[in-house]
């Protein structure tokens, strides 16, 4: 029996937590069955680490972006050359944008206006955005619906599950099925793992066909491992853990989840 084929839709493998042993991480990755990994990045800096990356290995994809956290910091020619970097043919999204008012690390004005910014520059690319949210689902969903609605063509240019992810998604049943109808899809990462987690009851709801996953590396460690780092070799815990919970096959989940990362990242080359 072959392993499941699985993606990793979202890790930062540019942090220094893996500048020792990058090479080991992936190849327990590739053992473990992750054919694909996608790294976000959360500034210009690494945003330009990642397409490194994902120019030195040729299962590594790179997302171009300037993170919530990081806005406060950056300017509009980090804009500039995150645009510029969309013409590399590594770069398959925008990514990570959005809002976290959990944290506030920019002032939230300030990262309303990266977003807007770089949702503009996923239009414009023609590219799917990955999407950051805490505690800030109802104005996220209001940018993103308002870029839905003033270009049309950028959102049927995507195939379903459409334009984007939200990643590590925070939201319930009824929030997914706004989200999905929007023509995007959400992600888990290893909190579906942890005890009490309401993410299973949701994805129970929602099921499998909107879905995603990633690891959020180095962070959210699934269980058992939890308070360890996180490495992309661990999604094969997240997919087994929804596989039991939905009473179906981990090769049905890393299938379909795999069909889904390739469709909207368009990895089909
Ligand atoms: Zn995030
Ligand atoms: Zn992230």
Redesign the pocket.
Known sequence: MTAPNYIDS?AHLFFADYADDLEAVLTRAQEAGVGTIIV?G?DLKSSREAVLLAEQHQNIFACVGI?PHEASKADSRDLEEIEKLCANPNVVAIG?I?L?YHYDFSPRDVQQKFLTAQLDIAVRNNLPV?L???ESNEDLYSLVEQTVKAHPAWREAGSEPGRGVF??FPGTAEQAAYVFSLGFCVSYPGIVTFKKAQSIDVIKEIGIRNLLLET?SP?MTPVPYRGKRNEPANIVLIGKKIAESLNISEDEVARTTTENAVRLFGLHR
Do not use: M, W
Request: aromatic letters at 6%; hydrophobic letters at 5%.
């Open positions: 979202h976000p959360t993170h990570e959005g976290d990955v950051h949210t805490r990643h590590c959020d962070y």
